[in-house]
């Protein structure tokens, strides 16, 4: 689907220069001489180098509308990752490297995604945006030091290093967000 240059917004997949880029920010200018335009920082989704590119609204660009299948995550072999579809009960791998290292490790058996295909080929995948882990090491509660916004560093279950109130001991479980692994709350 064509689209004018100045009706991207944030999030847009778009085929430029022949490959695939997501649109990650937007600024509409307004010169006081010559015509407005759209300057547009770009994201290419197949090997995540970055572009600043000018569209103006007379320039047509190709939107692309992605494929978002649902899956399971089965279990991680070496550097590859297997997920079943949902649906159709195929299984595809992924490389790590496709998650990317530090996402990956939030990744449990059984857990729900949803992957991005363009062409039957992944493009993107998506985890849940909070999962429940286990504090597996931390420093003991110091008596006094409960003020607010003081944090302890934490090795979760999953071996990720994150930081959690003084409240919280070993074994407990708690919700961590899977964008930046920080502490959201207890589990119940």
């Known amino acids: 689907m064509k689209i004018n240059g100045n009706e991207i917004r944030p999030g847009n997949v778009l085929m430029h220069q022949e490959t695939l880029w997501v649109a990650v920010k937007t600024d509409h200018v307004k010169p006081g001489k010559g015509g407005a335009f759209a300057q547009v920082e770009l994201k290419n989704l197949l090997d995540?180098?970055?572009l600043n590119e000018r569209f103006r609204?007379?320039?047509?660009?190709?939107r692309v509308?992605?494929?978002?299948k649902d899956h399971t995550f089965l279990f991680a072999s070496d550097d590859m990752l297997t997920f079943m579809d949902a649906e159709t009960y195929e299984q595809i791998e992924l490389q790590t490297d496709f998650?990317?290292?530090e996402r990956a490790a939030?990744?449990?058996d059984g857990m729900n995604v949803v992957v991005e295909f363009h062409e039957e080929r992944p493009i993107g995948i998506s985890l849940p945006q909070h999962v429940t882990l286990e504090v597996a090491d931390t420093e003991p509660v110091v008596?006094?030091?409960t003020a607010a916004n003081s944090y302890k560093p934490a090795i979760l279950s999953n071996?990720?290093?994150s930081s959690v109130p003084?409240?919280?001991?070993?074994?407990?479980?708690?919700?961590?967000a899977t964008e930046d692994g920080s502490y959201v709350k207890r589990a119940d």
Do not use: H, N, S
């Not at 509308?65 to 978002?68: G, I, V």
């Not at 003084?166 to 961590?176: H, K, T």
């Open 48 to 50: 995540g180098r970055k």
């Open 57 to 62: 609204a007379a320039d047509k660009v190709e």
């Open 65 to 68: 509308r992605l494929e978002q």
């Open 99 to 101: 998650v990317g290292e």
């Open 106 to 108: 939030y990744l449990t």
């Open 143 to 145: 008596k006094g030091q």
């Open 159 to 161: 071996g990720v290093r």
């Open 166 to 176: 003084p409240f919280v001991g070993v074994g407990e479980r708690i919700i961590v």
